[in-house]
């Protein structure tokens, strides 16, 4: 061993403890290395269930269901209680009343009941006198116009309830941006372990034929310096060795962010002893499907859905404005009831009183800006709608073009592995009959590993681009998101 082959096991070392230390609190569970190769079906639901950021987009359907709870606080059943008193005067009179007052949430207005007494000296012509026992009450008030069929109240919970719906497509980009996220790591994972193979691999070849040759230099068939050159070819290989570690291990901790616990939802680096042997079957995209992916991606897609939902606010804004340009006329009806035997007598035990009041703001500036407002931002999405169609469309083409440059790259990444192959094995051939030297071989090796290299990253570019098809398509839609 030289000194230099010595001092490279030395820094790699180093370089191993410190990375070994600081990934020590997340390293896998021993019942994770017990397990089998880890698959990406397995990243993905560990995605659904444990991933944080996808568990705080749920969240936002809590929060649209507490937004609706609250719009609908505006028709709760409301208490009013009140009263009067004359400290000083001609008259000495008090009066109080309870009322329970219960709002529309079909039509405008409310119905209302309750109680109220007086007592000491009243003017005949107030009406909240009442007899000892005091008087029941009971009426309603109802808008013939404006508040009619729409008003500030129903349409704040119109549009609650479609933020209930608009939180489905913000959950469901959430969700394709994560499940492309985590296939990618999945798959940069798994190159860079077959890479960490490939440089294993290389190196052990270059480590066994180091016996042979020292074996030849001392029957003296072989010149000293080709041993040193295959000690300095081993300990660069021990170099890339070192490099495609520190490359796994950054894959690893990038995949852990996906890859979680089913208790207690805490990062799993996924050890090599998982990996699997190799890249999953990867078949040929099939062109005739493409237009039938477009339809289905205009009809998954949440940007769509979304612009439409919002589109639907919009229109509840609208009819808001429209109703506050028109006039009030609100009619109401009550009754009040004597309660007890004591009443005066110019006070009926029976009472009915007909209401009415009519209200026209002159100039109406306020609902005309808003009405002109809510055409402008209707126009708007509507024009965003459209577009959104377009970068659909755009999105799956040239989604499907890089999968279908991805296969046809790594189907020649292939040829070029067979090539470098038979090239490698007639350069050794030629070695053994001493027709060729140490190096023409070792140029012939460094070449079939690039060759090699070359096609798992063809392999993993391939599943990069199907990960950003499917995500184009929306074709892992949950089921509960289709709605």
């Known amino acids: 061993m030289t000194a230099v082959s010595s001092l490279i096991r030395r820094t790699a070392a180093a370089f191993s403890i410190p990375a070994a230390f600081a990934l020590c609190p997340i390293t ?16 993905l639901a560990s995605v659904q269930t444990q991933y944080p950021p996808y568990l705080a987009a749920l969240i936002e359907q809590d929060i649209a269901n507490g ?39 079909m039509w405008g207005g409310s119905v209302y009941g309750g109680y109220r007494l007086s ?22 008030r109802v808008p013939l116009l404006r508040d009619g069929t729409i008003d500030k109240r129903r349409a704040m919970l119109w549009q609650s309830q479609i933020d209930q719906e608009l939180a489905d497509p913000y959950i469901l980009r959430q969700y394709l941006d994560f499940t492309r996220a985590a296939t990618i790591a999945y798959y940069g994972w798994l190159s860079a372990g077959q890479r960490l193979r490939l440089a294993e691999e290389l190196l052990r070849i ?42 796994f291990q950054a894959t690893s901790i990038e995949l852990s962010l996906f890859y979680r616990t089913r208790d207690t939802a805490e990062p799993i680096l996924a050890s090599r002893s998982r990996l699997p042997a190799a890249f999953p079957p990867h078949p040929r995209p099939d062109e005739s499907q ?36 028109m006039p009030s006329l609100d009619v109401g009806l009550q009754a009040g009831q004597a309660v007890g035997r004591s009443t005066p007598k110019d006070i009926e035990r029976t009472e009915l009183e007909a209401k009415i009041e009519f209200k026209l703001p002159l100039q109406r500036r306020e609902a005309k800006g808003r009405l002109d407002t809510v055409d402008a931002q209707i126009s708007r999405l509507q024009n965003e709608k459209r577009f959104a169609r377009d ?24 040829r070029n592995v067979e090539l470098a192959r038979q090239l490698q094995e007639a350069e050794a051939e030629r070695l053994k009959q001493g027709a060729t030297d140490l190096l023409a071989l070792q140029i012939r090796e460094q070449a079939g590993f690039d060759a090699k290299v070359t096609e798992v990253e063809a392999q993993a570019e391939y599943f990069r681009a199907q990960a950003n098809y499917r995500a184009a398509i929306a074709a892992d839609v949950p089921m509960h998101l289709t709605r």
């Not at 896998?28 to 990243?43: D, F, I, N, Q, S």
């Not at 012509?125 to 309603?140: C, H, I, P, Q, S």
């Not at 030849?216 to 070819?233: C, M, W, Y």
């Open 391 to 414: 970068r659909i469309v755009a999105d799956v083409r040239d989604s499907y073009s890089a999968l279908i440059a991805a296969y046809e790259s790594l189907t020649q990444t292939r």
């Open 206 to 247: 270059a480590k066994d034929r180091d016996s042979a040759i020292a074996e030849q230099v001392k029957n003296g068939a072989s010149a000293p310096i080709v041993k040193v050159d295959n000690e300095r070819l081993v300990v660069s290989r021990e170099i890339a060795v070192v490099q495609a570690t520190r490359r």
């Open 67 to 105: 937004r609706t709870r609250q719009a609908l606080g505006s028709f709760d059943l409301n208490l009013n209680v009140g009263g009067s008193i004359n400290p000083a005067g001609y008259y000495d009179g008090q009066t109080g009343y309870a009322m329970l007052e219960q709002p529309f949430s």
């Open 119 to 140: 007592s000491g000296f009243l003017p005949n012509y107030n009406k909240d006198r009442t007899g000892v026992d005091g008087e029941a009450v009971l009426g309603f």
């Open 28 to 43: 896998p569970l021993e019942a994770e290395e017990k397990r089998g190769p880890l698959l990406v079906g397995e990243v």
């Open 290 to 325: 493409m237009t039938a992916d477009i339809g289905k991606a205009a009809i998954f897609r949440p940007e769509i859905r979304r612009i439409e939902l919002t589109i639907e606010k919009a229109e509840i804004d609208r009819r808001l404005a429209k109703n506050n340009l």
